[in-house]
DNA sequence: TTGTAGGCGTTATCAT
DNA sequence: ATGATAACGCCTACAA
């Protein structure tokens, strides 16, 4: 062993400082570590035969202890296997959120010779946090997509922040989390659907407020507020409820509000799966619909169309949004930096059946 | 040039064969065929500035006659760079059969260090072939998986043959397009359901079949049949319906099997969307539900519970099947052979009002 | 403008 | 059972 060079470790001769003790592990930092050749650890670390137990052992508690994790593109490099595998699926075009943010990141993604890499949370949930900085290391990922209302979780940005891996947000709230964060106008929707339900007649005019998470919750009621001041109509005592942006919200708070000793003659809700609650429990109740109750609700989703009556809602472009999101993130990735943050993105309001003028001739039973 | 030892090129010394032409294509090849060093091929291809107009179009002209793709592990090792950004996402537990497929295979993926690659399809479509065949090119994935009505498509299931990638179907048709098949008993479940309305006191049923290029279809529609006939009752003429699984299919055969002279009291849909289109027509027609028809759905997709009646339908364990496909995939990747076919998984029916009995006293109006 | 040398971190080969 | 050494295909640094 003596004249021999000893095996000129890769990154060994790297200028050490504050960073070195974040260079990569390899394996052979695990290999000098556990006194052993590089290619008993890869037997180890690939459940090889061929390795005495005592010196699995130790290797596996080298590695456990310098939280070794094999580079996967060196490992595909050499030993010609991706460990991927793929999907490919009939991608419907019905509407849904996480289809379409999927398929919005994905176009940008393929445009560019990105590939996407999925990790989905179950919020809330103790070691979010762990999650990701896992995703983010296993999955080498360059830059990150943050979709609602993930963008608002401080545990995510926090350690993405932290691994200095850059991100961009779709609709945060206010202060913006990230680099880059893309929005739409989902104040000025609102105030739209609810100007649009004013000019129908009504005066009386219900909300249910989305998810607190999510930023969009907040904005959405703005809107409402701002068409309610605007025609100079006051907000009564009872009238906005606190939602959670799913169905069973939605049909609590409209039992709330169709309880009130003088129930609105309106509804709005912050997204369709409430506003679907709302038509649920006035169904229940034998409300004639739309004639008792206008209710309109915010998405577009594909239920908005199959729901009875047809739902009047806003349609955000949320695929462009995600598309731009990603599309900004590669730009910035690769050096192209984008200096204007990005204008938020308009919305339209979708015009069906739900909600009608207020005749003050209310039909009786059916 | 003459004693300098030439660069070994990595790959000349393989065997020269059968297969030796198809060998992947590297930056050597390309250099030795442009006449010009792989520095200057690596130039071209990243766009990086310093070279020769002219020098440029020669490496494209090769880079496309050789069909050079640069091996992206090694670029990443090399370069570390991964041309990979991260989507981190709250994943809505709504089900929904895209989502559901992907949480499936995702977490079979994660179980075994896998990585999965997504491959959106719009169908029909002409050149699904190439695009697949780009997909697994460029994805460099070592299997992959078909979720209905992929596994059926031949331009897919044909190129993957073709380039020997191995690939798992789920709920497919016959006969069986892959190694791995992973099914359920759609013709036991709707089977169940049809007796559910004949129990009922139902005795003219109707039948809206699904998409013909899916498997589940004529499963599904099996499933009635052999209910009817079980109980000995004819299938009127009139009474079963071409459906595409989509809710406009539904709705327009709704109207026709309401248009019959005898239109039935119940309606099988082979699935929650052509139910939801179903139940649409009765509401514009202004019949009483469910009271004056009772229907019944396949999926139990979100909008079956948020329906006016809500929908009596079936749940698939689609989760699991994905889930399965995926493992096994990996599994058989891995050397780890499945010998036995996979076993069906079992359906459950989910009980909800849009199907009632048949009381003989149909209520009037309203 | 172009080319050469060397390294990226792993697996494969073949000795020991 | 274990190890030295050569690929793997590309990019960076530096030389010409």
Same mark, same amino acid.
């Given at each position: 062993?003596?004249?021999?060079?000893?095996? !000129?470790k890769?990154?060994?001769?790297?200028?050490?400082?504050?960073?070195?003790?974040r260079?990569?592990?390899?394996? %052979?930092?695990v290999a000098?570590?556990?006194?052993v050749s590089?290619?008993? =650890?890869?037997?180890v =670390?690939n459940n090889e035969?061929?390795?005495?137990?005592?010196t /699995?052992?130790?290797?596996?508690?080298v @590695?456990?202890?310098? !939280?070794?994790k094999?580079?996967?593109a060196?490992?595909?490099l050499?030993?010609?296997?991706s460990?991927?595998?793929?999907?490919?699926?009939?991608?419907?075009?019905?509407?849904?959120?996480?289809?379409a943010v999927?398929?919005?990141?994905?176009?940008?993604?393929?445009?560019?010779?990105y590939? *996407?890499l999925?990790c989905?949370?179950?919020?809330p949930?103790?070691?979010?946090?762990?999650?990701?900085?896992? %995703?983010?290391? !296993?999955a080498?990922?360059?830059g990150?997509? *943050?979709?609602?209302?993930?963008g608002?979780? @401080?545990e =995510?940005?926090?350690?993405?922040?932290?691994?200095r891996?850059?991100?961009?947000?779709?609709?945060?709230?206010?202060? #913006?989390?990230?680099?880059?964060?893309i929005?739409c106008?989902?104040?000025?929707?609102?105030f739209?659907l609810?100007?649009y339900l004013i000019?129908?007649?009504?005066r009386?005019?219900?909300?249910?407020k989305?998810h607190p998470e999510?930023g969009a919750?907040a904005k959405?009621?703005?809107g409402?507020?701002?068409? #309610?001041?605007k025609?100079?109509?006051?907000?009564?005592p009872?009238?906005?409820r606190?939602?959670? %942006?799913?169905?069973?919200?939605?049909k609590?708070c &409209?039992a709330?509000?169709?309880?009130l000793?003088?129930?609105?003659?309106?509804i709005?809700?912050?997204?369709d799966?409430?506003a679907?609650? $709302? #038509?649920?429990?006035?169904?229940?109740?034998?409300?004639?619909?739309?004639?008792?109750?206008?209710? $309109?609700g915010f998405?577009?989703?594909?239920? &908005?169309s /199959?729901?009875?009556?047809?739902?009047?809602? @806003?349609?955000?472009p949320?695929l462009q949004?995600?598309?731009?999101?990603?599309?900004?993130?590669?730009?910035?990735?690769?050096?192209?930096?984008?200096?204007?943050? !990005?204008e938020p993105?308009?919305c339209?309001? @979708?015009i069906?059946?739900?909600?009608v003028?207020?005749?003050g001739?209310?039909p009786a039973?059916?």
């Amino acid at each position: 062993m003596g004249a021999m060079p000893a095996p !000129q470790k890769p990154g060994t001769k790297l200028a050490p400082g504050p960073e070195t003790s974040r260079r990569k592990v390899t394996i %052979f930092d695990v290999a000098e570590r556990a006194g052993v050749s590089i290619k008993t =650890v890869s037997r180890v =670390v690939n459940n090889e035969a061929n390795v005495r137990e005592k010196t /699995r052992e130790k290797v596996l508690g080298v @590695v456990r202890e310098l !939280q070794y994790k094999p580079n996967a593109a060196a490992r595909e490099l050499s030993g010609r296997r991706s460990r991927t595998i793929g999907l490919v699926y009939e991608n419907a075009e019905e509407f849904n959120y996480t289809n379409a943010v999927l398929n919005g990141a994905l176009g940008a993604c393929e445009a560019r010779g990105y590939s *996407l890499l999925l990790c989905p949370l179950n919020l809330p949930n103790p070691d979010i946090g762990e999650r990701v900085r896992g %995703f983010a290391t !296993q999955a080498r990922v360059e830059g990150i997509v *943050l979709p609602a209302p993930v963008g608002d979780v @401080v545990e =995510v940005t926090g350690a993405l922040k932290d691994m200095r891996i850059p991100f961009a947000a779709i609709a945060p709230r206010d202060p #913006l989390p990230a680099e880059i964060n893309i929005g739409c106008k989902d104040e000025q929707a609102t105030f739209s659907l609810t100007e649009y339900l004013i000019g129908q007649g009504h005066r009386s005019i219900g909300y249910i407020k989305g998810h607190p998470e999510h930023g969009a919750s907040a904005k959405r009621f703005s809107g409402y507020r701002r068409a #309610l001041e605007k025609h100079g109509l006051a907000i009564a005592p009872g009238l906005v409820r606190q939602g959670y %942006f799913d169905f069973d919200s939605g049909k609590t708070c &409209a039992a709330e509000l169709l309880d009130l000793p003088e129930p609105p003659t309106a509804i709005v809700a912050g997204n369709d799966d409430m506003a679907a609650g $709302v #038509l649920f429990e006035a169904r229940e109740r034998g409300l004639p619909l739309p004639g008792r109750l206008s209710v $309109v609700g915010f998405d577009d989703t594909r239920i &908005a169309s /199959r729901l009875w009556p047809p739902l009047t809602t @806003v349609r955000q472009p949320i695929l462009q949004m995600a598309e731009t999101a990603a599309r900004l993130l590669i730009d910035r990735l690769n050096g192209e930096a984008t200096d204007a943050p !990005q204008e938020p993105f308009d919305c339209e309001v @979708v015009i069906r059946e739900s909600a009608v003028p207020l005749t003050g001739i209310v039909p009786a039973g059916c």
